[in-house]
């Protein structure tokens, strides 16, 4: 009885010394992080910014890389920040959604179009599968949008054009009867899309 004792105050004090370990690299992080973010150092504070880093702090990061267009670098950040992302909706955190969506947002505004759909969450692991028809269609929309009160009426026909694709491929391939067809079908897209744009344009 007193050896189980030992053994399971041992087995306490060596998590209760990992948690302080991991608190410690975590704060380490969170401190280099900040400093190199004021002095301007935003790819060395990229560079040392992982997992471990607060929020307050790699959110900080991230919107000041956004502020000057630093997409790409926004992305390895991420990448650094949650390296198991899957895009699986439900898996994503609050935290990690909120992250994604900025930079979702920033690619649409800078033109990266496939980039942005590549942050979207997805409902399957295959971005061409018909049960992501509707995040699909939530992309296009939010780019027919982006480029339409811009005034970019013809840029906007053009990627509806190129990106319809998508569900003549994978959504009209389906039998009739199946609720994505009835509901994401390249002709209705389209039409849905056409109204957006004749919304805006007016």
């Known amino acids: ?38 002095a301007g150092e935003l790819s060395e504070a990229v560079e040392k910014c992982n997992a471990s880093t607060s929020h307050e ?3 900080d990061l991230l919107d000041a890389l956004l502020k000057v267009g ?28 909120a992250s994604y969506t900025k930079l979702y947002k ?3 505004a800078a033109g990266r179009y496939d980039d942005a759909w590549e942050c979207h969450e997805l409902d399957t692991n295959d971005p061409n599968d018909a049960m992501n028809a509707k995040h699909y269609y939530t992309f296009m929309v939010d780019v027919v949008t982006a480029l339409e009160l811009q005034g970019k009426d013809e840029e906007a026909q053009e990627f509806i054009r190129t990106h319809i694709i998508w569900f003549s491929k ?12 009835q509901e994401y079908s390249t002709e209705l897209v389209q039409e849905k899309l056409q109204d957006i744009i004749n919304h805006l344009s007016n």
């Open 57 to 59: 702090v790699s959110s």
């Open 70 to 97: 630093q997409v790409d670098k926004a992305k390895m950040l991420l990448q650094r920040l949650f390296p198991e992302d899957d895009r699986f909706w439900g898996f994503r955190d609050n935290y990690a959604r």
């Open 106 to 108: 920033a690619l649409i």
């Open 1 to 38: 009885m007193i050896k189980l004792r030992y053994v399971f105050g041992g087995l306490l004090c060596i998590g209760l010394l990992w948690k302080g370990i991991e608190g410690c690299s975590g704060f380490s992080s969170s401190s280099s992080v900040r400093k190199a973010l004021k």
């Open 170 to 181: 994978n959504v009209d391939t389906m039998p009739e009867d199946s609720e994505y067809r």
